[in-house]
């Protein structure tokens, strides 16, 4: 696509951006040695590696297992060391709470303590109803030294709490005493350096805990929990708490470039809000196994239209991974591979198609490893290598070599014309 630009003739081209979520795998005895990206059945993303070109990519840098926050900060151009600090922000911003630089956030569970204070379950009996309605009494509350707390509900038990205030610090401890710990009390929050902004921040999340318990013991829906013999709501226990940093959308950085997001995952959602990314919702698309590729292609058909870049991302993937399912995970991946067919089949022929993940989850870990993932990127302008197919070792031979997540969008954005030039 021929576009002027400041009275230069620039070439500008859209992309589509498919984050497979803990696509990169291990070699599988089952499979006969191959991963289940290679044992699928993959007839368009072979096409696409075939006329494209590929590489492999350590999202952040080799053998770091990298989390979907951070992998996906990466596959957007980011550093993480530049814009992440602590889960809390990427938390608040998946519940749907405003933040803004300064602002100190908090993962949050509403959990059960006896009169002693000791924390009976962490989880308040896996609370799911009426969560809405006590987190809206433990929202924009005044605290002392003109601090507010802004507190929201997010899946099941958990939710996230937002300090604003002058000069407040992320570097306080947890009043969670964790996983394994039930019977030990609520930790008194302590500043963890000598700051005034940390003694503060502490001060101020041990008072709205004090608040929080007042207001949670007095609550019917605590009272009608305990006549039902469940388990109360009765405290809130905090951890990773993270100060919001001025992040720079994608559009102030790349010639204004107009970018959306297809996700079901909060945590992408949080990630692509980070970014200035548009996020596109529905209904059936969720961060669950039950992947929708129809409607994620013709969301992703329909955002092209009025963006350059579109991130689709799919989530089933990561989840069979730590599920140990690697025919599941193969199966999942000829989803995928359908979708794509039926996005390049819908958009401009002008248009980059670029595959990658933001981590590896091979099915016999069960978990995030260091392992890069493979990438394509596929698309006129595009010099092809030598590769024929979408799979981890074909993908060692690329001709993208082995690089960063960072610099793989970075690659795209300029094969799209939207870099900016270093030097004169
Ligand atoms: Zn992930």
Redesign the pocket.
């Known amino acids: 696509m021929l576009k002027l630009s400041q009275g230069e003739l620039c070439v500008k081209r859209k992309a589509v951006l498919i984050s497979i979520?803990?696509l990169g795998d291990r070699p599988i005895r089952e499979l006969g040695g191959r991963t289940p990206l290679e044992a699928a059945a993959t007839p368009t993303l072979d096409m696409l590696a075939s006329e494209g070109v590929v590489g492999l990519v350590d999202p952040y840098a080799p053998g770091i297992p990298?989390?979907?926050d951070v992998?996906?900060l990466c596959m957007l151009g980011y550093d993480p060391a530049d814009v992440y600090s602590g889960r809390g922000p990427i938390e608040a911003l998946g519940a749907g709470l405003e933040i803004f630089p300064g602002d100190v956030a908090f993962r949050c569970n509403f959990a059960t303590v006896d009169h002693d204070g000791k924390v009976m379950d962490r989880r308040a009996g896996r609370i799911r109803d009426g969560v809405a309605e006590l987190a809206s009494h433990l929202n924009n509350i005044s605290l002392n030294e003109a601090v507010t707390a802004h507190f929201a509900p997010a899946t099941d038990h958990r939710a996230v709490l937002v300090l604003r205030g002058i000069s407040l610090s992320p570097h306080v401890s947890d009043s969670d005493p964790g996983g394994n710990n039930e019977g030990m009390a609520i930790q008194p929050v302590q500043p963890l350096d000598t700051t005034d902004a940390a003694r503060r921040t502490a001060q101020a999340v041990q008072q709205y805990l004090t608040i929080a318990r007042d207001v949670l013991n007095q609550h019917p829906i605590n009272k009608q929990r305990v006549m039902a013999g469940q388990l109360p709501a009765n405290a809130i226990l905090t951890r990773g708490a993270g100060i919001v940093t001025q992040c720079t959308p994608l559009q102030d950085r790349f010639k204004g470039i107009r970018c959306a997001a297809v996700s079901g995952e909060a945590t992408v959602q949080a990630i692509a809000k980070m970014a200035g990314m548009q996020n596109y919702t529905h209904p059936g698309i969720t961060g669950s196994y039950d992947f929708n590729g129809d409607l994620k292609a013709s969301a992703a058909i329909h955002l092209l239209e009025d963006n350059d870049l579109v991130l689709v991302h799919v989530?089933a993937t990561?989840l069979a991974g730590h599920d140990g399912q690697w025919a599941r995970k193969k199966t999942l991946i000829e989803q995928v591979d359908k979708m794509v067919s039926a996005i390049k089949a819908n958009i401009h022929p002008d248009t980059l198609i670029a595959i990658t993940?933001?981590?590896s989850?091979p099915c016999e870990v069960k978990e995030?490893s260091g392992d890069p993932v493979p990438a394509v990127i596929w698309g006129s302008g595009v010099r092809a290598d030598k590769q024929l197919t979408y799979g981890e070792t074909a993908c060692s031979f690329g001709g993208l070599g082995r690089i960063t997540g960072k610099d793989y969008f970075h690659i795209l954005i300029d094969l799209m014309g939207f870099s900016q030039k270093f030097g004169a």
């Open positions: 979520d803990g990298c989390g979907t992998g996906h989530k990561d993940a933001d981590h989850t995030h």
